[in-house]
């Protein structure tokens, strides 16, 4: 699990992108709720050791 945060919700959104990114590259799709709005973004790749979630600050 990785937690990470972000100062806006600009860069909640692009920290999520990267992670999406790495991920499929690596042959999986994640599942991926929250990033519409930002605030939040949870990223589910499927595998029982690999959930991240991002928390953006005001």
């Given amino acids: ?3 990470a945060t972000g100062r806006s919700t600009w860069h909640g959104k ?3 992108q990267a992670l999406i990114y790495k991920a499929a590259q690596r042959v999986v ?3 991926v709720e929250g990033q519409e ?3 939040w973004i949870v990223i589910d790749s499927g595998l029982c050791s ?3 979630c991002i928390i953006v600050g005001k």
């Fill in 29 to 31: 799709l994640p599942t």
């Fill in 37 to 39: 709005g930002g605030k």
């Fill in 50 to 52: 690999a959930l991240w």
């Fill in 14 to 16: 692009n920290i999520a």
């Fill in 1 to 3: 699990m990785v937690l």
